[in-house]
């Protein structure tokens, strides 16, 4: 079965981060559905460290050919010089690699493979010879797939219990470790800014789903400081159920604190979950009326941003997970020596 446009859309993010989180030291927005004048962009992605900004104009395929790839380089070209162009598609041929060379135009496949060049902005990455894991059995399922986690998620949410007092984990921890390695985040993120800081963004948010009725939990680096208070962040997070994705939905924003899109500069990022499993296990700490993403879930959102987001997952692991995973793998220790 073909992929579906946004599941190549995620890939295509996927992929970058992936290229930039292993450079280290960079932190990648991303914006899908974006448009720039007459351009309109599957995907444009952001990658920042404390010396440089690249800015990915990416038009994701999930196919690409010699026969298709020239229209495609050509239309590219004419982007505003700020973007660096880039064509993904998930796999790349050598003969197509070397037209978008050609035409100096960039490009990244599914396992990580690019070549992403630009004289004006300082960058050469040239990335060869990756090949994607092994795919699972046919009839196999993956475990972390979006419906398949909530398998998972479930399980994890009460380790020490079991799943109806008969399935346990043996290595809880190790679960989590591999569930966040494959986790590949919001399936959209929007950076917003409102007036005042990451704290008023985030209570302007807050009162925007409460009037509109929508499902919302603050997340990432927000969540983070309230689960472990020694976490410090300035740009907030926040999931919001799909619907608040709309369009008509996403301009009532701006009658709150300013609310608006923008490319720099943004105190706030709107997170579209990857699957409404995102949501569960909300939680209200530290005096605040506004919901937070269960421990968990924000461990993972966590986990996949480069630098501090790593240094606030361990935060969070040792004050709300690490001692209950401890527990859930002395309960089948136990388990598996009362059955000798």
């Not at 527990?327 to 220790?333: L, M, V």
Request: proline content about 5%.
């Amino acid at each position: 079965m073909v992929n579906s446009w946004r599941e190549i859309e995620r890939e295509a993010e996927n992929a970058v981060r992936r290229i930039f989180d292993e450079l280290g030291g960079f932190s990648v927005d991303a914006q899908h559905s974006r448009t720039l004048g007459e351009f309109k962009l599957d995907l444009v992605t952001q990658a920042t460290s404390a010396q440089a900004k690249f800015q990915l104009a990416i038009d994701a395929k999930a196919r690409i050919t010699p026969q298709t790839v020239i229209s495609v380089c050509e239309r590219m070209r004419q982007l505003p010089t700020d973007f660096i162009p880039v064509v993904y598609a998930p796999v790349i041929s050598p003969r197509v690699a070397e037209i978008v060379e050609q035409f100096g135009v960039g490009y990244v496949d599914q396992a990580g493979n690019c070549r992403l060049r630009s004289a004006r902005h300082g960058l050469l990455i040239d990335r060869r010879g990756y090949k994607l894991p092994a795919r699972p059995p046919k009839g196999v399922a993956d475990p972390f797939s979006p419906k398949s986690s909530r398998i998972v998620r479930a399980l994890l949410a009460r380790p020490d219990e079991g799943h109806e007092k008969r399935l346990y984990l043996r290595d809880p921890s190790g679960l989590l470790e591999n569930w966040a390695k494959k986790y590949a985040g919001p399936a959209e993120q929007i950076p917003m800014f409102f007036r005042g800081n990451a704290e008023a963004a985030e209570q302007a948010v807050a009162s925007w789903c409460r009037d509109n009725h929508l499902q919302y939990a603050l997340a990432g680096f927000s969540a983070a400081w309230r689960l472990a208070p020694e976490v410090r962040y300035s740009v907030g997070a926040v999931y919001v159920e799909s619907s608040g994705f709309d369009r008509k939905m996403l301009d009532r924003l701006g009658a709150y604190q300013g609310g608006k899109r923008v490319d720099t500069g943004a105190n706030l990022l709107l997170w579209r979950p990857f699957d409404p499993s995102a949501l569960a296990g909300r939680r209200t700490e530290n005096g605040t009326d506004a919901p937070v993403t269960s421990a968990i879930q924000t461990f993972l959102d966590l986990k996949r941003m480069a630098g501090r987001g790593e240094e606030a997952a361990a935060a969070v692991y040792e004050r709300q997970l690490v001692g209950e995973l401890r527990r859930a793998a002395e309960r089948i220790k136990e388990l598996r020596h009362a059955d000798v």
